[in-house]
């Protein structure tokens, strides 16, 4: 019943989009959102570029290798030695609702498309957005944030060099990135236009200012960031039940993407008793070993130790989602 109804809705959005017209401009499904943006009169932001294939896949390859073929024909140098940036970040849309924040959603989301559940945000669509490391991360980084949080050249940066515990990324590499980074972003078929919405675009009853607004207000143009707190007393641990079968989920496609063999972790979390026996004999613990603790407050990369755990903000996994993990640890088969 899901997938007819996803597929009236689908359908339904298709044939809204079709409509949309501007001059000389027949927009569909795949337009780029960019492109609807630019030719209401949009300002094209700081990080635009056209890209190319070579660009993109280059692009790509250091986003997801970290390192790619320079025109040299040469191997360039690796970004980190400890991450990738799809390490903590898809390249695929998370969210079923490109309006909403709901850490229950992405989780089903994740689960239905088998997506990793990471700590940071997708890129895909990351193009289409107007800041970065927003709300709670100047609490992380301090004044790092700055300059990144109104530019997303400087976000990559901060990514590369403190996130990822590596290099600066240099102009030709940054490119590259760029070009991958805007072959991710959003079509209007993504956005689920309404017919009222759609018409009201096409129409002359508003002007192109509005319009534009319009658009904007079908996806968020940031993703919010709250850091949670420890509970109290953990061995109590959050005000929720939890659902062992959603904590599974959590354990597979979150830990397990980095604690995993030739992972980024040297700490493997395998599926056997001994892995959930440690897990669980730690949790009401006052040290990094309890999940409450890594989750809400991550590590930092230390001298001679640079790989590091990201935390999970409230968006990216809720008090409730952390009560469903333990709930798997403390009863995994």
């Given at each position: 019943m899901?997938?007819?109804?996803?597929?009236?809705?689908?359908?339904?959005?298709?044939?809204?989009?079709?409509?949309?017209?501007?001059?000389?401009?027949?927009?569909?499904?795949?337009?780029?959102?960019?492109?609807?943006?630019?030719?209401?009169?949009?300002?094209?932001?700081?990080?635009?570029?056209?890209?190319?294939?070579?660009?993109?896949?280059?692009?790509?390859e250091l986003?997801?290798?970290?390192?790619?073929?320079?025109?040299?024909?040469?191997?360039?140098?690796?970004?980190?030695k400890y991450y990738t940036c799809t390490s903590c970040h898809n390249t695929v849309r998370e969210d079923p609702d490109l309006t909403l924040v709901d850490p229950d959603a992405r989780l089903d989301f994740a689960i239905a498309n088998?997506?990793?559940?990471?700590?940071?945000?997708?890129?895909?669509?990351?193009?289409?957005?107007?800041?970065?490391y927003n709300g709670d991360y100047e609490k992380k980084y301090g004044q790092l944030v700055e300059p990144a949080r109104n530019s997303l050249k400087e976000s990559v940066q901060l990514c590369a060099t403190?996130?990822?515990?590596?290099?600066?990324?240099?102009?030709?590499?940054?490119?590259?990135i760029l070009a991958y980074f805007w072959s991710l972003e959003m079509k209007l078929g993504d956005?689920?236009?309404?017919?009222?919405?759609?018409?009201?675009?096409?129409?002359?009853?508003?002007?192109?200012s509005e319009k534009i607004n319009l658009i904007k207000e079908s996806y968020l143009v940031l993703s919010p960031a709250t850091f949670g707190e420890v509970p109290q007393d953990k061995e109590a641990g959050y005000p929720y039940k939890g659902d062992r079968r959603l904590g599974k989920a959590i354990y597979q496609l979150g830990c397990q993407h980095c604690h995993r063999p030739e992972g980024e972790s040297d700490v493997v979390?395998?599926?056997?008793?001994?892995?959930?026996?440690?897990?669980?004999?730690?949790?009401?613990?006052?040290t990094q070993q309890s999940l409450y603790e890594i989750i809400r407050k991550g590590t930092y990369a230390e001298y001679g130790h640079q790989e590091y755990m990201p935390h999970y903000t409230l968006e990216k996994m809720s008090d409730?989602?952390?009560?469903?993990?333990?709930?798997?640890?403390?009863?995994?088969f």
């Open positions: 899901k997938k007819v109804l996803t597929l009236f809705i689908g359908l339904t959005s298709l044939s809204a989009v079709l409509s949309l017209k501007a001059p000389h401009t027949s927009w569909t499904n795949d337009t780029p959102v960019s492109e609807v943006l630019f030719t209401l009169g949009a300002e094209k932001p700081a990080h635009y570029l056209e890209p190319t294939p070579e660009m993109i896949k280059a692009g790509r986003v997801t290798e970290g390192r790619t073929v320079l025109p040299s024909g040469a191997k360039s140098a690796y970004i980190s088998q997506i990793p559940y990471l700590q940071a945000s997708t890129f895909w669509g990351i193009v289409n957005r107007e800041t970065w403190v996130c990822a515990q590596g290099r600066e990324v240099n102009d030709w590499e940054m490119k590259q956005l689920n236009l309404s017919e009222k919405t759609s018409s009201l675009i096409e129409s002359e009853q508003l002007s192109a979390f395998d599926n056997t008793s001994l892995t959930y026996n440690w897990l669980k004999k730690h949790i009401p613990a006052n409730q989602q952390v009560e469903h993990l333990r709930a798997f640890i403390e009863n995994p």
